[in-house]
């Protein structure tokens, strides 16, 4: 990948002054760290990852949550309603049933048990009014661009409120349909085109396009 006075990052590695990488993928720089990102591959939680997620059962201690990944999470009681609460089956799905969808944050992992989550973070807990689409998960670091810069782009160019998953659920809210599917269509065109260079000059030309089309 390169040569020199630079630092392995995410899937690569270095030997001696050369950085290889482990996987196919786009090679992206930041200052002097070189990382590379998969083309294919499943979301594997990370502590501190924002996540979108499902709820799929309720227990006394708390909630099952699909979070796109080999591994459930868990999301307990204390991390939703704090640690006074007195838990009953029933009050607990009148807070978050099975069904119900989530933002919630990564704050244990370690692979030997399921992950878990919390809520009670700013801009963490339920969400609704708004649809969920699916991106490979590998592919989110692409969506989000460097520094924000493509979903930042995207959102000034929609004015939709948009979440991002880093295991590929992406949040979207408007009250303007059409701006829903304009932020779509974005989503798909980094699905297909990850791999390529110039992809957020790309999306923005293709929103202002798409904008002008819809306002004559």
Known sequence: LAEGDYVAGENTYKEGNRIY??????????????????????????????????????SLSGWTVDINSPYKAVLGVPEVV??????????????????????GKIVSFDRTKDPTLT?????????????????TPTKVPRLIGKKGSMINMIKRET????????????????RNPEKIELVVKAIKMV???????????????????????KND
């Open 159 to 174: 004015g939709c409120e948009i979440i991002v998953g880093q295991n590929g659920r992406i949040f979207i809210r408007s």
């Open 82 to 103: 704090g640690k006074s609460f007195s838990p009953k089956l029933d009050s607990l799905t009148k807070i978050l049933d099975v069904g119900d969808v989530i933002v």
């Open 119 to 135: 809520i009670k973070d700013k801009d963490l807990g339920k969400i609704s009014d708004g649809i969920i689409v699916k991106l």
């Open 21 to 58: 990488s482990q996987k196919i993928g786009l090679v992206d720089f930041d200052d002097k760290k070189i990382f590379v990102v998969p083309l294919k591959g499943r979301y594997i939680p990370k502590i501190g990852d924002v996540v979108i997620g499902q709820i799929v059962d309720v």
């Open 191 to 213: 699905e297909e085109q990850a791999h390529t260079t110039g992809l957020t000059d790309r999306v923005k030309e293709f929103l202002k396009t798409e904008k002008g089309v």
